[in-house]
């Protein structure tokens, strides 16, 4: 039996560095610029945060401590954040947190106000959103976001309010999202399988004014 060899293709060491420096731009606090990373695991979206928070800590790192500022770093899990914290030397210029956390600690010293405004606004809202249920049909209220199914939640959606166009679909690990055009406004349609949410986002400050008429649109009988 013969043995064959092959030599893996790689690349060299650097050849993401164009990216991080696309996100360094993104942190000048003057750029204006926001920006999302979408990759999957293991692709170096960890070691693309720690290259963008020690961009900021050569930045901005005697500023901020001159003027009692921090850069919040806020993450879903406590083992993320622990591995941040580690990567960084606990650095105290970046205040690292739980998302949890970090509304808990944005919210202290209001917490009489939220209860009143609590008793008084809630119930108004859950009895809004309860009418509003009856208005969604019943095959939309029932089905479970699957990868296999997120086709025929598509044509669900977007039934009531064709035409609409497709201009491109990005699949991910338990995510999908579709960029669409209706009305000659553009939109992203989020599916998120983890979560079971579904949720559109307009992409410009046009389309996100239409939201709601787009909302009712869609639920409507």
């Known amino acids: 039996m013969s043995q064959e060899f092959y030599l893996a293709e790689t690349k060299p060491l650097d050849h993401d560095n164009s990216v991080d420096k696309g996100i360094q731009e993104c942190l000048r606090i003057s750029s204006g610029k926001s920006f999302i990373t979408f990759a999957g695991a293991g692709s ?3 070691y693309s945060l720690k290259q963008a928070l020690d961009f900021l800590k ?10 009692g500022k921090q850069i919040a770093v806020v ?5 993320a954040a622990d591995e941040i914290k580690d990567r960084i030397e606990q650095n105290p210029i970046f205040a690292v947190s739980t998302i949890h956390s970090f509304c808990w600690s944005a919210i202290a010293g209001f917490n009489e106000d939220i ?8 119930p108004c809202d859950l009895k ?8 969604i049909k019943d095959v ?4 479970i976001v699957t990868d296999k199914n997120i086709e025929t939640l598509i044509d669900i959606l ?10 491109e679909k990005i699949i991910g690990a338990d995510r999908e999202n579709i960029r669409f055009s209706w009305a000659g406004h553009h939109f992203v349609l989020n599916f998120e399988i983890y979560s079971q949410s579904c ?3 307009g992409q410009d400050g046009q389309s996100t004014e239409l939201l709601a008429t787009l909302h009712l649109a869609i639920i409507k009988e």
């Not at 050569?58 to 003027?67: H, L």
């Not at 993450?75 to 083992?79: E, L, Q």
């Not at 809004?128 to 208005?135: L, V």
């Open 58 to 67: 050569a930045e901005y790192s005697e500023d901020f401590t001159r003027q």
């Open 44 to 46: 170096g979206k960890t």
């Open 140 to 143: 939309k209220k029932d089905i």
């Open 115 to 122: 209860r009143k405004w609590y008793l008084e606004k809630i």
């Open 199 to 201: 949720w559109i986002e």
């Open 75 to 79: 993450t879903f899990t406590n083992n």
């Open 128 to 135: 809004d959103i309860e009418e509003n249920k009856k208005e």
């Open 158 to 167: 977007f039934s009531p309010i064709m035409p609409v166009t497709i201009q």
